[in-house]
């Protein structure tokens, strides 16, 4: 697998804290991407990046903020976690430049839940 | 923003036995990348096969193929001589050429029976 890491894996919080979920890439790939699945809704795209300091809104935005200062970073805060952001984190990453440009590669998730 | 469904939230195949997972798509574009992912228990997102859609010819990655029809906007994943291995979530998923942004159905529940 590409080298994809999330930390944490796992996270308890409660309700109105901050939680920041932390991506690292060692392929150098172009984008980046959080998404958030849950049940009977498959992979949601909350956030993207295609550069340093290059991000975008997915459909599932709101309530979420992210920022890329390096290439290898990518980084999702919720300022105020909600119960309805308790679900699985992915992310993910593409744009290389070994022959797989097309196709995403995913971290391992983080299961976050906001009590 | 493009639609990619997947109308069968669980199947279920025996051991050795041929499965079909069914996927559609909708897009007016001509020019589209389309991935099978594989989702077991560990929950890592595995890719199984892709297919570019100027290439006519389905692809095949062992016993994994699938059945690619542009016009119908339809791109099946046949999994051949099932294993017990091959039980996960499987999603169907779309990419513009001219975007990076992935789209991707609700997934299927694929059990395989001994």
């Known amino acids: 697998d590409a080298g994809i890491t999330q930390s944490p894996r796992h996270k308890v919080t409660e309700t109105g804290t901050p939680v920041t979920l932390r991506c690292h890439q060692t392929?150098?790939?172009?984008?980046m991407y959080w998404y958030r699945q849950d049940p009977g809704h498959g992979l949601r795209l909350i956030h993207y990046?295609?550069?340093?300091?290059?991000?975008d809104k997915g459909e599932v935005s709101d309530g979420y903020s992210v920022s890329r200062s390096k290439t290898e970073d990518f980084l999702l805060t919720l300022e105020s976690a909600t119960s309805s952001q308790t679900s699985v984190y992915f992310c993910?990453?593409?744009?290389?430049?070994?022959?797989?440009?097309?196709?995403?590669?995913f971290g391992p998730g983080t299961r976050l839940t906001v009590l | 923003a493009q639609t990619v469904t997947q109308s069968q939230p669980e199947m279920s195949v025996q051991e050795a036995e041929t499965v079909t997972l069914s996927c559609t798509y909708d897009t007016s574009e001509s020019d589209y990348y389309l991935f099978w992912y594989k989702q077991p228990p560990s929950r890592q997102m595995i890719l199984v096969i892709r297919q570019e859609a100027y290439k006519q010819q389905n692809a095949t990655e062992n016993r994994f193929s699938v059945n690619f029809q542009k016009a119908a906007k339809s791109f099946s994943l046949k999994i051949s001589d099932s294993q017990l291995g091959d039980a996960a979530m499987y999603f169907c998923?779309?990419?513009?050429?001219?975007?990076?942004?992935?789209?991707f159905g609700t997934g299927t529940s694929l059990t395989v029976i001994p």
């Open positions: 990046s295609y550069g340093v300091k290059d991000t």
């Open positions: 993910a990453i593409s744009g290389g430049t070994s022959g797989s440009y097309n196709e995403q590669f």
């Open positions: 392929e150098n790939h172009r984008y």
């Open positions: 998923a779309y990419r513009s050429q001219g975007s990076n942004q992935f789209y």
